[in-house]
């Protein structure tokens, strides 16, 4: 799986040291040398891991501070990159690990090592599978849709369907992953509807043993969308 992370710093040491390291982990490096930049990026991309200059990079800590009021980023792995001054300061605005200089290549990988699963468990939370699910939606006063999912996720499901949604809350979806026997029964809400037979479903309760099976199974699809070659 190929990680892709943003470093935001203008000091030519840093990136010497991060870049090898990162590389071994399997995690893309795009460099930003300004903090105005840097937030300009983050508004309209997501990385897995974001690693903020703070103290060498006029802006830094304004950057580490907005990314967590965004939307894009709030939940990536940030890594402050310190001159020994700001490490209280920095956890505070939402760094999840800090980096003093000088950095060596040892402390390096040694630190994101230590953030890789991290950066894996927030990649597969965020990943959508394209897939098509029969899915039977039970709401309220015994009604029941029939629909057809258009993608998965860990936290619910994008649906069409023919017709108009029922009135009521849902009390259940109904659907099995594909190439197993994992049933799932997970409690949902309407998240969004367009009124042209597409509707978003947020799970709000998944037993314990169906989300594990779930987890599984998306972690095992995104394996396999990396894994396969680009088409032109």
């Not at 402050?80 to 003093?100: E, M, P, R, S, W």
């Not at 037979?197 to 995104?222: C, Y």
Request: with cysteine; charged share 25%; glycine share 8%.
């Amino acid at each position: 799986m190929v990680l892709e992370s943003l470093l935001l710093s203008r000091d030519p040491q840093v990136i010497r040291v991060l870049r090898p390291a990162l590389e071994k982990l399997s995690i893309d490096l795009e460099v930003c040398r300004g903090a105005r930049s840097g937030n300009e990026i983050l508004s309209s991309e997501r990385f897995d891991a974001i690693i903020v200059d703070c103290d060498d990079l006029q802006g830094g800590l304004e950057v580490l501070e907005s990314l967590r009021k965004g939307t894009s980023n709030k939940n990536s792995v940030a890594f402050a990159i310190l001159n020994g001054t700001t490490t209280h300061k920095a956890f505070q605005l939402g760094a999840n690990f800090v980096l003093q200089k000088p950095i060596s290549p040892i402390n390096a990988m040694r630190c994101f090592s230590a953030a890789l699963g991290f950066m894996m468990r927030e990649r597969r939370r965020y990943f959508r599978h394209p897939v098509e699910i029969a899915v039977t939606v039970a709401f309220g006063q015994g009604h029941e849709l029939k629909a057809a999912t258009t993608n998965l996720s860990e936290g619910g499901m994008a649906i069409r369907f023919r017709g108009k949604l029922p009135t009521g809350g849902i009390s259940k979806v109904l659907f099995t992953l594909p190439g197993t026997h994992a049933s799932m029964e997970p409690r949902a809400e309407v998240a969004w509807a367009d009124g042209a037979g597409r509707a978003g479903l947020r799970f709000l309760e998944v037993p314990q043993k169906s989300r594990e099976q779930l987890e599984d199974w998306l972690a095992q699809q995104l394996q396999l969308q990396q894994k396969a070659p680009a088409k032109n």
